[in-house]
C-alpha cells in the first residue's frame, strides 16, 4: 500500500461510516466504496487505479458537494494536506480538518439559517424507559429528559433533529420507535454506558454531580447527554466552551404538538412540496434576522402552556404594535446585525474566518443603539431583555481596534489587522512596502544605464523578481546580468543587487503574514472567551426580532389581541384563517366564529358539501390557538382562548402513502393516539374519520369515536364529517352541537358561501361537485339515478349493483351513560 493510502485509510478507520474527502493537491479524491458512492449522490466520474475504484472534484467545488452530500443524508470527513508541496519524494502531511455531519454543521453555506438545527440522542434504559438529549450547536443550548415508552416518538418528532445518536446495540430497538427522525448515527455502545457518559458530563461541566443544574445523577437521560457530549467532541475537534449548562426540560411547559399535527397543519413545512415556503410559518414570518426566524421556528413547534409566560409575550407586542416608530427602528437596526449565534459558535469552536469577526464587531457597534431603544419600556419582558443585552465592551474594543474594515474570508493571506494595532507588524509592512518602492525605482534606474526602454522588472512565483529584455536589446544587456531564463521574444536576468532586495521584500512578506494569522488567532480566542455573554446577546436580539416581527404582522394583517384563560373554553369572533387571510384576494375571505363552551358546546360536528370550508374552519381554529399561544397577535375581531395542552388533528389520508401503512391504518393509528392521549384540556380536529373503509364500518367507528371523545376525555373537538347520520348524536350527547357549512341552492347549481351556522347539512351535493370536476355528464345522470333510488330504499333495484341495507343499531357503548337515541340511517333524517 501507497503511503497517501495508509493515510486515507488512517482516516477511514478513525471515522467510521463517513465517507472520507482526500486531498490530493488541486483536488479532493474518493477511494473504493467512497468513489461508487458519491459517483451515484454527486454524479462524479467513476474511474478506477490498479482496481480500486476513485472519483475526484477541484477544490472549490468542496461546499457545494458537502451540501449535496448533507442532503443525501451522508457524514463526512475532509482530509487536507497540512503542509505545502515539497519535493515530491516525501509524503506530504494530511489530517482530517474537518468532520461534517447534518448535526453539527455551522456553516452558514451548509445550513438553511433561518432553521434551528438539532443534534440529539435516545438511549433505552429499561423496558418503557428512555433516556433524550438534544442540542442546538448555534445557540448553546442542550437539553436533557426522561420519556416514556408513549411520550418517546412525540418528543423526538418536537425536537426534529437533523441527526440523531443511537447505541448500536439498540438500533433495531431504537430506530422503528422513531419515524420521524430523517438520520441516524451509530455509535458505540459504550459512550453511552452510565458511568463513562455521566463522567463525561462531569469534565466537560467540571462538576461532580449534576444535581446543580436539576437532574439526579442516575438518570438514563444523562446516558444520552454524555454519549452525545463524547460524539460531539470527537467530531468538532474543538473546545466546546460554549456548552455552559445541561437544563432538564419538563413536558408540561409546552404545547405538544405530536407529528401527525405538525405535517397536517403544515406548520413549518407544506404537505405538497415539503417547502418552507407556503407553510404557516412562512406566511407568519416578519423577522428580519436569521436569529429571528429560527426563534420563530421553534416558537411554532414549541408553544407555551403558562398564561404568565404568554401574557408577558402579548405584553410585549402589544406596546411594539402601539409604537411603530419604536418598532421600525429596532427592526432596521437589528436588520444591520449579523447571525450572532452562529458566528460566536464558530469563534468559540475555532472555526471563525476573519469575516465572520467582522460580523461580529458590526453587531457589537449596534448594540448601544439597540438598548437605548429599548430602555424605559413599559412591558416587562422589554425590560428584560434590555437588561439582558450585554454589549460587550471590551470585545468590541478589541475588534474595532485590531480588525480592518472589510476583512477577507481567509487567514493566511493577511489583510486582517488594522494599521497601528502592532508595532511589529507595522514595521515589517513598511519594510515589504519600502522594497516594492525600491523596484520601481530600480526599474527606471536600469533603463536609463542601459538604454533599453522596454526593460521590465517582473515576478513570478518561481523565479522571484527578475529583469526582463526583448532579443532586439540583447547586444545593450550589462555585462553584470546574469543570465536565467530564455524565452520566445526575449531574456530574462537578475542582479546581486535585484535578488537582495527580493529577500527583503519577501521575508518581511513573509513575515508580516505570519504575524497577522497569530494576532488573528489571539483575537479570535479572546472573543471566543466571551462566549456565554455573547450568546446571551444573540438571545435578546432574537427574542426582539420574534417580537417585533409578531408586531410588525399584527399591525400588517390587522390582528388583535387575544385574551387568556384558564377555562376549556374557546370563543373567537369573525375568525380569519391566517393564511387564506393572506392569499385570498382581499374582501373574498369569509369570517367565522368558534365558541367553544359548556352553553354553546364543546364539541362541535360541520357538516356540509365538500368544498364549502369545513377543513378551513376547523384548521383555522387550531391555527389561531397556536398564535396564541406563541404569543402572537390573532386575526379576528374578538378572541378569548382557553389554554390548551395539546393540539391534535386527524386529517384527510391521501398524503401518508411515503410512510408505507395503509392509508386506513394510519388513519386508525392516529385515532388511538388521539384517544389514548387527550386529556380535558386539549383542542381534537377531526376532518373525516372512518372513510377509508365501508361506509358502516366507517360510520361505526365516526359513532364511537365521537362518544368516547365526548363522554370520557371531555375535551373541546372539532369534527368534520360527511356521516350526516351522526348529527342525531347531539339527542344524547349534551355538549354536542350541529354545525353545518351554509351553501345557496340555485336552479342548477349552488354557491358556497364558506359561513358556518347552526344545523345539520342533511346533504352532500357530491354530485354537483362532481360535475365542477368535470366528471363525465353520462356518469352524472347515472349516479343521479342511484342516489334517488338508494334514498327512496328500493330494497332490491333490478339494475343498481349496490344493494342498500338497514342499519342496525350499534350496541350500547359500555362506558356510556346515555343510550343511543335512534337508528343510525345512511340516509340522515330521512326516516
Ligand atoms: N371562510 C372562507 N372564505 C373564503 N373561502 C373559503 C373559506 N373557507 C374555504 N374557502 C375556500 O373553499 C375551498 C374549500 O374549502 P375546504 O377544503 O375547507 O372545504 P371542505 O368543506 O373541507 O371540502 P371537502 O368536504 O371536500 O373536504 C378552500 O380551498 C378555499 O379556497
Ligand atoms: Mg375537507
Known sequence: MTPMFQQFHAAKEAHPGMVVFFQNGEFYELFEDDAVLCHRVLGLTLTKREETPMAGFPLA?????????????????????????????????????????????????????????????????????????????????????????????????HIAAAECLLPEDQVEDLQPRLPAVRSFTTRPAWTFDATTAVGALYTHFQVSTLSGFGF???????????????????????????????????????????????????????????????????????TVTPMGARFLHEAILAPLRHRTAIEARHDAVDELLREHTL????????????????????????????????????????????????????????????????????????????????????????????????PTLDNLRNLSREGKDWIARYQAEEVARTGISSLKVGYTEVMGYFIEVTNANEGRVPSDYLHERTLKGGKRYVTPQLKEYEEKVLTAQDKSRALELELFLRMRDAVAAQTERLLQTADVLSTLDFLGGLAEL???????????????????????????????????????????????????????????????????????????????????????????????????????????????MVEMTEAANILNNATPRSLVILDEIG???????????????????????????????????????????????????????????????????????????????????GVPAPVLARAEEVLASLENRITEPTAIPIAPQVITPPEKPRRKAKPVPSAPSLFGGEE
Open 216 to 286: 439526579q445523577d442516575n438518570q438514563p437521560c444523562l446516558r444520552a447527554a454524555g454519549g452525545l457530549l463524547h460524539y460531539l467532541q470527537e467530531v468538532m475537534k474543538a473546545n466546546l466552551g460554549h456548552i455552559r449548562r445541561l437544563t432538564p426540560r419538563r413536558p408540561d411547559d409546552v404545547l405538544t404538538l405530536d407529528e401527525t399535527t405538525r405535517r397536517s397543519l403544515e406548520l413549518t413545512r407544506t404537505l405538497k412540496d415539503n417547502l418552507r415556503d407556503g407553510s404557516f410559518l412562512s406566511i407568519i414570518d416578519r
Open 691 to 773: 372513510r377509508g373503509t365501508s361506509t358502516y364500518d366507517g360510520l361505526a367507528l365516526a359513532w364511537a369515536i365521537t362518544e368516547h371523545l365526548h363522554e370520557v376525555v371531555s375535551c373541546r373537538v372539532l369534527f368534520a364529517t360527511h356521516y350526516h347520520e351522526l348529527a342525531g348524536l347531539a339527542e344524547s350527547l349534551t355538549k354536542l352541537r350541529n354545525y353545518n357549512v351554509r351553501v345557496q341552492e340555485l336552479e342548477n347549481d349552488i354557491v358556497f358561501l364558506h359561513k358556518i351556522e347552526q344545523g345539520n347539512a342533511g346533504k352532500s351535493y357530491g354530485i354537483h361537485v362532481a360535475r365542477l370536476a
Open 554 to 664: 399584527a399591525a400588517a394583517r390587522n390582528f388583535i389581541r387575544p385574551v387568556l384563560t384558564d377555562e376549556p373554553i374557546l370563543d373567537i369572533r369573525d375568525g380569519r384563517h391566517p393564511v387564506l387571510d393572506q392569499t385570498l384576494p382581499p374582501g373574498m375571505l369569509v369570517p367565522n366564529d368558534t365558541r367553544l363552551s359548556e352553553t354553546d358546546g364543546t364539541f362541535w360536528l360541520i357538516t356540509g358539501p365538500n368544498m364549502a370550508g369545513k377543513s378551513t374552519f376547523i384548521r383555522q381554529t387550531a391555527l389561531l390557538v397556536l398564535l396564541a399561544q406563541i404569543g402572537s397577535f390573532v386575526p379576528a375581531k374578538t378572541a378569548t382562548i382557553g389554554l390548551v395542552d395539546r393540539i391534535f388533528t386527524r386529517v384527510g389520508a391521501s398524503d401518508e402513502l411515503s410512510r408505507g401503512l395503509s392509508t386506513f
Open 327 to 422: 418598532r421600525g427602528s429596532v427592526r432596521e437596526l437589528l436588520d444591520a446585525t449579523s447571525d450572532l449565534h452562529r458566528l460566536t459558535t464558530r469563534a468559540s469552536t475555532a472555526r471563525a474566518t476573519p469575516k465572520d469577526l467582522g460580523g461580529i464587531a458590526r453587531t457589537l457597534r449596534l448594540l448601544p443603539k439597540v438598548k437605548a431603544k429599548i430602555t424605559g419600556r413599559h412591558a416587562a419582558l422589554l425590560q428584560e431583555l434590555e437588561t439582558r443585552l450585554e454589549l460587550v465592551p471590551d470585545v468590541r474594543d478589541l475588534l474595532d481596534k485590531a480588525l480592518v474594515d472589510d476583512p477577507p474570508y481567509g487567514a493566511k493571506e493577511g489583510g486582517i489587522i488594522r494599521e497601528g494595532y502592532d
Open 61 to 157: 467545488k468542496l461546499d457545494h458537494h458537502l451540501r449535496q452530500m448533507l442532503a443525501a443524508g451522508h457524514r463526512v470527513a475532509v482530509v487536507e494536506q497540512t503542509e505545502p508541496p515539497g519535493d515530491g519524494k516525501k509524503i506530504i502531511r494530511r489530517e482530517v480538518t474537518r468532520v461534517v455531519t447534518l448535526g453539527t454543521v455551522t456553516e452558514d453555506e451548509l445550513l438553511d439559517p433561518r432553521k434551528p438545527n438539532h443534534l440529539s440522542a435516545v438511549v433505552r434504559d429499561r423496558p418503557g424507559v428512555y433516556g433524550l438529549a438534544w442540542l442546538d450547536l448555534t445557540a448553546g443550548t442542550f437539553h436533557a429528559v426522561d420519556v416514556t415508552e408513549a411520550r418517546l416518538a412525540d418528543e423526538c418528532s
